[in-house]
């Protein structure tokens, strides 16, 4: 039998790179507080602004959530670039570079053989 079936502690899932859904929720809100709806924002919009994503809502976060959108990108968020994606792609860079100064190379030498 496994030690955490009587938890009493409530877990939170995180999601990407150590932040939770709540956590970005809690980013959501906050950020459109601070921008212009200082009373905290509403439960629904109307249907124009929020077909545009204009105006923030309640509502759009429940939907987000319903349709799995882990990574809220609904509601404006993007997922984060991990440190070795940032490796790879330098890696592929070096390789191209390399290629080309090969070519260079070969062209130049085959010149100077004539």
């Not at 509403?42 to 990574?71: M, T």
């Not at 070795?84 to 191209?96: D, I, Q, V």
Request: glycine share 4%; hydrophobic share 30%.
């Amino acid at each position: 039998m496994s030690n955490a079936h009587w938890r009493t502690k409530k877990l939170e899932e995180p999601f990407e790179n150590g932040n939770s859904l709540m956590q970005k929720i809690l980013v959501y809100t906050k950020t459109w507080e601070k921008r212009c709806y200082k009373d905290g924002i509403p439960d629904e919009v109307p249907k124009k602004l929020f077909v545009a994503k204009r105006a923030p809502s309640y509502k759009a976060i429940a939907l987000a959530i319903l349709s799995n959108d882990h990574n809220l990108h609904s509601l404006g968020f993007s997922q984060k670039e991990s440190h070795l994606t940032g490796l790879l792609y330098e890696e592929s860079a070096k390789r191209k570079n390399k290629k080309k100064h090969e070519k260079k190379l070969k062209r130049w030498l085959s010149e100077k053989g004539r």
